[in-house]
């Protein structure tokens, strides 16, 4: 050890003030071995005397022994704020760089009376402590930036305000980086009051060389005395850059005098960011975006191009964003472009985007609601059908009576396959109370081939007020599946008072093999029945001919009503019985009818039978 | 006293008083004396002052182990470079070679030679041969 311990142990019984001038003075010229051991005394010692010198030796310590003196800081402060008044210029340059290397708030004070110091070294070092300390204590980052940002605060409204003696732009920087979490602080530091600041500021801002100041462009429209300059570089091209930067702060669009500042820009094109500047920029910023752009004073056209270029952000919530800025739009256009967001991958964007086009009963949305129906997004896939379902069997209804069979069956197939509810929609119109409705259900049912589901609706249209309905029940139900209550249904049919309801009901029960038992109503038919139930009861018994069918077929051939001989015609047409031949060559010859003789006579030439079997063609006979 | 009593009057201008080489001679060393006297308190003070600052000194180098040459030596060399108390010299070896150099450098080349020599032997007491 360099220093005598005996000498040590014997300077320790000494009066205090002799033991610190003692080792102060000893400490300039001091081995380096021995710094450490002195510097330890008079960190114990902690007096007045010994505490300057360590600040006064600062710059001689080695770097552990400097850190070591900085680790001690609040015991030097009376010695700091003694040699920052009354020391030299190294000694004044020790106390700021012991205080930047403490970063002791409490400091802050000290700090900004260096600022003013005549020696530029000093002041400079004050200064960039002071921009320092803004950076990494009164961030978003810092561990507890309130304290900070209060005593930040008190020191930069004076350094703001003796701007005009020291002229250190790290201040100025300082306060720009302050404000940029405390907006409102703005006002504090650049007033009329420190109008030298201000100014500073204001050709600052004008360059748009400093990132500090850039950033805080837009949070300067809020100040009266910087809106000017703050507009003014705004419309500057060179203002894009910043964009990114801007929108990080989360509360830069919350002030309405901001927003009212930022309708009044002349021209604000280039301050909508591009595909690049997108890519880089922090998903808080991106969610700014939409209430930005919105804010901007854009024309429609420009203003839906932007929206457009931000609803192909990845970050849900800006797409979000987009969605409900466009919904404010109420226009075809912004109704346009909220379909694309209909293909979103995030289904609760999707979905509002579906619902809102609903609302709005967009005019693309057959088409729309046609693509989503393939998507993969399977919530929207659903909510797609369903619509489309809707709209489908709304639309299939409409036009049913106009379109062709083919068609029809296919369209109903494509909407069965797409809704859900189809059986719940075709009930409710099953039951409607107009009948035109009704018959038109019950003919869907039958086209569609929906008889086997929809048996026991049908057969209670059998009991409807509407004739058409329950004929066309009643031919429907043919193809359901067979049961006893379809039997008793369709043979109670056969006593209706509709000859068409009767007939329906002979063609379904022949359809389903269930003649046998009605064979006694059947005959009661071709006894008494109308032309119709007549004719079909005699056809359908005409599958197994019997001398009594044939009979009654050639009774009904000589009705006097020609609708009879007509409806015969049509059965003898239908069976071609060999043993008719005969009556329908003479309905044929004779027939005062029209109708009933061109029936006739399409059947025989149907059947390629001569009519006058006895005159020859003068031709043939050669 | 007369002139005193004279000086005081009014008239005293009118009147100048007549003074004698014996007044004179009681004026003058009356001044000296006063003066002497504050000459006296000055010093006594300033030997106060100086025993208290070196006081502590001579006690801890006289326990360290130094003789009294080597103690005046150690005060002069203090003495003429302005070090605050001559104690600040046993506290590191650079600091007494440092201001031994310095104190060196004011005398003769014959007389730094024996100064140089008797600082090594009080280094040596002090710190040890290692150090010193």
Not at chain 1, 298 to 304: I, P, S, V, Y
Not at chain 1, 578 to 585: E, G, I, K, L, S
Request: with cysteine; glycine share 6%.
């Amino acid at each position: 050890m360099a220093v005598s311990e005996n000498v040590l142990n014997l300077t320790g019984r000494l009066a205090p003030r002799w033991m610190d001038r003692a080792l102060a003075d000893a400490l300039a010229t001091a081995d380096p071995a021995d710094m450490p051991v002195l510097v330890d005394r008079l960190l114990q010692r902690s007096g007045r005397i010994a505490s300057e010198a360590l600040v006064r030796h600062f710059h001689m310590f080695a770097d552990p022994l400097k850190q070591r003196v900085v680790d001690e800081s609040a015991k030097l402060a009376e010695a700091l704020r003694g040699v920052g008044r009354h020391g030299g210029v190294q000694d004044r340059l020790n106390a700021v760089r012991i205080i930047a290397r403490a970063g002791d708030r409490a400091m802050m004070d000290q700090l900004n009376r260096h600022l003013s110091s005549s020696e530029s070294r000093v002041a400079r070092r004050a200064a960039a402590t002071m921009l320092q300390w803004t950076e990494r204590h009164c961030g978003q980052a810092g561990a507890d930036p309130g304290p900070w940002q209060e005593a930040m605060g008190r020191a930069l409204v004076d350094a703001c305000r003796t701007y005009a003696r020291h002229r250190w732009r790290d201040v100025i920087l300082a306060a720009c980086g302050l404000c940029e979490r405390r907006p409102d602080w703005l006002k504090r530091f650049f007033n009329p009051q420190h109008d030298a600041a201000t100014k500073a500021l204001v050709c600052m801002l004008d360059a748009l060389d400093e990132p500090d100041v850039c950033r805080l462009a837009p949070v300067m429209l809020r100040c009266a005395t910087l809106r000017p300059a703050a507009l003014r570089a705004l419309i500057r091209p060179r203002a894009q850059r910043w964009i990114g930067h801007w929108l990080e702060n989360p509360t830069l669009l919350n002030c309405f005098g901001m927003r009212k500042a930022l309708a009044e820009l002349p021209r604000a094109e280039h301050l909508v960011p591009t595909h690049k500047q997108m890519a880089g920029m922090k998903s808080a910023a991106l969610r700014q975006l939409p209430n930005w752009i919105d804010q901007l004073p854009l024309d429609r056209r420009a203003k839906l191009v932007a929206m457009g270029r931000i609803s192909g952000c990845s970050d849900p919530s800006v797409r979000l964003g987009c969605l409900r800025r466009l919904q404010a739009m109420r226009c075809g256009e912004a109704d346009a472009l909220i379909s694309c967001l209909g293909f979103d991958p995030s289904p609760a964007v999707a979905r509002m985007a579906l619902r809102w086009l609903l609302r709005r009963r967009w005019g693309g949305l057959t088409r729309l609601l046609t693509r989503l129906v393939g998507c993969h997004n399977k919530p929207i896939r659903r909510m797609a059908a369903a619509h489309l379902a809707e709209r489908s069997f709304a639309s299939l209804w409409h036009n049913w009576a106009v379109l062709e069979q083919n068609t029809r069956r296919s369209a109903g197939r494509a909407w069965l396959k797409l809704d859900r509810r189809d059986r719940s929609r075709l009930n409710a119109k099953l039951h409607a109370d107009d009948g035109g409705q009704r018959f038109r259900a019950v003919a869907m049912v039958r086209e569609l081939g929906l008889a086997d589901r929809y048996s026991a609706e049908l057969i209670e249209r059998l009991e409807d007020e509407d004739a058409k309905v329950v004929s066309s029940a009643a031919g429907a139900l043919g193809a359901a599946r067979d049961t006893p209550q379809l039997d008793r249904a369709l043979r109670k049919a056969l006593d209706h008072d509709d000859d068409r309801v009767r007939s329906n009901a002979i063609e379904s029960l022949h359809r389903l093999g269930r003649l046998d038992r009605a064979k006694p109503q059947l005959w009661r038919l071709v006894d008494e029945g109308g032309n119709r139930s007549r004719a079909t009861a005699l056809w359908a018994m005409s599958e197994q001919p019997t001398e009594r069918t044939m009979m009654a077929l050639t009774s009904m051939l000589d009705d006097p009503r020609p609708s009879h001989r007509l409806s015969a015609l049509w059965v003898v047409g239908r069976t071609r019985p060999q043993a008719m031949t005969q009556p329908v060559m003479t309905l044929a010859q004779s027939e005062s009818d029209v109708d009933v003789r061109a029936a006739a006579l399409r059947i025989i030439r149907q059947r390629r039978i001569p009519l006058y079997p006895d005159v020859r063609v003068l031709g043939e006979a050669g | 006293m007369q002139w005193l009593m004279l000086a005081t009057r009014r008239d005293w201008a009118m009147e100048w008083p007549k003074l004698g080489w014996t007044d004179l001679l009681h004026l003058l060393t009356f001044v000296v004396a006063v003066w002497v006297l504050y000459r006296l308190v000055v010093l006594a003070g300033a030997a106060h002052r100086w025993l208290r600052r070196i006081g502590p000194f001579w006690r801890v180098a006289g326990s360290a182990g130094l003789n009294w040459p080597q103690r005046w030596r150690l005060l002069r060399i203090a003495q003429r470079c302005g070090l605050g108390t001559p104690l600040s010299l046993l506290m590191s070896s650079g600091t007494l070679y440092h201001h031994a150099r310095l104190y060196e450098s004011q005398h003769s080349k014959r007389q730094a030679e024996r100064i140089r020599h008797g600082v090594r032997r009080i280094a040596i007491r002090l710190y040890g041969p290692h150090r010193a």
